[in-house]
């Protein structure tokens, strides 16, 4: 009886282990960082010219070479790269990855926002999901690091720059808390201040106030909570301020030192945007802009970037041309707005990116600006252009191998690096198709 009972046991845990591997995480953990080149491939750098026939080194996670010419270190780990071509790995700068998973229907698994209105210490990093199906799917077609920010309050609280391999939230993490999100209320919009327990300057409500003076005077409260740490840190004698977290974490937005993430689409939500960031001191960075390139001279004199997310949009107005979306970018980039493009797709589309970058190449943008804004120019815009968005030496080592235009439909990665590590090509389509290719 014990033998049967044993045997009956392991067939059971045999037959268990494909159930098991299907229902765990379906992004395959990278391996070790090691000394790779990528020799005889096709090198596009994003800065400076195409290398047609050239060599890129990776070591310690970082870039340490890229040229027609370069030593190989003794005992690296060659790939040959003929026929393939090496790019820099693309960032979406506007995404709720590894925070929500299915949207609608299975609301256990949506996590991309907090009860309340104030929420500016809230923190998006902690609420990521690395073993999210959107991660494996999206980074193999070559979106190696993103932006992901929460949503659903006025102020929503910090967005994360992830890369899209690890094992956990920090591992996954570049910078942690890289911008504040703030979605501007209107007049009669979201309700006055209050959602935080426990009392505070924040949890306090504000009675008979608009959602506008609410937020102008959760501003101000920070202010004034800064300058009474600042007064106490230079003088113990003073009385130390209570402790409140949602106002401590407004002091980086406050000091300019960390970017406010705003969503707005249309020219009235735009300008209020601007103006208000304008007399708030902020660091506007818009998401969304859909009209931004009807207001390009005013954000160009206001200096304020755009993440653009409508490329495959239809026109907005019915006097617009069919391609007035597709055609935005370049016509930002002629009147010399700072820009980049994002998909602006829910989680499982994030993937589509680099289409919409093709479809801006194919309306007027040129073939190296489209990867520019996929690339460099978001990474510039979040002031993390020194260690991401193209293949120099001393840059995190994001680099993704292709047997073609990495912005074109048909264009497969073949090799996948984030911070220096091998990543396997496997995802959840990939585990589905395997299941049932031989299904009669």
Known sequence: MIRRILTTLAVTLVAA????????????????RETVAIRGARIVPVVGEVIPVGTVVIADGRIQAVGATVTIPTGARIIDG????????????GTSMGLAEITQGAAGTVDNSETGNWNPNVQAIWGIDPHSAHVGVTRVAGVTHVISHPSGSILAG???????AGYTA?????????????????????GGRGGFGGGGAAATPASGMTPLDSLKQLLEDARAYAKAVAAHAADPSLPRPTTDLALASLGPVLAGEMPVLIPANSESQIKEAVAFAEEQKLRPIIMGGRDA?????????????????????????????????YAAPARMREAGVTF????GEPNPDVRNLPYHAGMAASFGLSPEDALRAVTLWPAQIFGVGDRLGSLEPGKIANVVVTDGDILEARTSTRYLFI???DVPLGTRHTDLYDIFKVRK
Do not use: C
């Open 17 to 32: 282990a494909p159930l098991a591997a299907q229902l765990g995480s379906h992004n395959p953990e990278p391996g070790p």
């Open 82 to 93: 003929a026929g393939l071509s090496v790019y820099p790995g693309m960032m979406d700068a």
């Open 158 to 164: 910090q967005a994360a720059l992830i890369n899209l």
């Open 170 to 190: 920090p591992a996954m993490a570049v910078v942690p808390r890289i911008a504040s999100v703030l979605e501007l209320p209107g007049a009669g919009g979201r």
């Open 293 to 325: 390139w009807r207001i390009a001279a005013y954000l160009v004199e206001h200096k304020v970037p755009v993440i653009y997310e409508n490329t495959l949009g239809f026109p907005t107005y019915e006097d617009d041309g069919y391609d007035a979306a």
């Open 340 to 343: 980049a493009i994002g998909s």
């Open 419 to 421: 911070d220096g590590r």
